[in-house]
């Protein structure tokens, strides 16, 4: 696992190290974003998959918000799961 707090702090590092964290032989990667899903890509390329808000203007309890966007820990093992192969 990996956190990215700041993309900006991130990108001024040197290559190797970049390499080093997102190495280039993991392509299956999920980001997760309890906002906009928007610039995840340049993390998790072409192969991997983001869970975010795709909209802007949702309102209800956490709760609800997060069983809705997929941010409980049973929505995201399930993508874990189908993204390794093994969906039960």
Request: charged fraction near 20%.
């Given at each position: 696992m990996v956190a990215v707090p700041s993309w900006e702090l991130f990108a001024e590092q040197d290559d190797a190290y970049r390499r080093s964290v997102l190495a280039p032989s993991v392509p299956n990667?999920?980001?997760?974003?309890?906002?906009?899903?928007?610039?995840?890509?340049?993390?998790?390329?072409?192969?991997?998959?983001?869970?975010?808000?795709?909209?802007?203007?949702?309102?209800?309890?956490?709760?609800?918000?997060?069983?809705?966007?997929?941010?409980?820990?049973d929505s995201i093992e399930r993508v874990l799961r189908r993204r390794l192969g093994r969906v039960q």
């Open positions: 990667r999920l980001a997760v974003e309890a906002a906009s899903p928007f610039g995840w890509e340049r993390f998790v390329g072409l192969g991997g998959e983001v869970i975010g808000v795709p909209e802007f203007g949702a309102s209800a309890p956490t709760p609800i918000l997060a069983e809705k966007f997929g941010f409980t820990p």
